[in-house]
């Protein structure tokens, strides 16, 4: 069974950095992507970063690149997203989720998801 485990949240100000990392255990396929999403009460779930295990490419939402990095350690099943220059509209739970045999998130999204980590950025 797969589990995926977020850290890293916190309260942050405007202007600085948070770093979120998602560890996942039970791992079956050689093949998937994985990323983060967003969240804020009254809204859908957003997108905000990918990574393909295969070749590593990486993807972002527009309102995050330049801004934010996600990385990999392929050893440790572990992402990371370094989160910089933050801006209050940043604040929302952030949940990572994988995809099998995708390099990209497809539209269906994650087969899985983590508990959801908060970031609150203050202005």
């Known amino acids: 069974q797969v589990q995926l485990v977020e850290s890293g949240g916190g309260l942050v100000q405007a202007g600085g950095s948070l770093t979120l990392s998602c560890a996942a255990s039970?791992?079956?396929?050689?093949?998937?992507?994985m990323g983060w999403f967003r969240q804020v009460p009254g809204k859908e779930r957003e997108f905000v970063a990918g990574i393909g295990w295969s070749g590593g490419r990486k993807y972002y939402s527009h309102s995050v690149a330049g801004r934010f990095t996600i990385s990999r350690d392929s050893a440790k099943n572990t992402i990371t997203l370094q989160m910089d220059s933050l801006k209050p509209e940043d604040t929302a739970v952030y949940y990572c989720?994988?995809?099998?045999?995708?390099?990209?998130?497809?539209?269906?999204?994650?087969?899985?998801w983590g508990q959801g980590t908060q970031v609150t950025v203050s202005s």
């Open positions: 989720g994988i995809q099998y045999g995708k390099e990209v998130f497809g539209p269906s999204g994650p087969d899985n």
């Open positions: 039970g791992l079956s396929f050689s093949s998937y992507t």
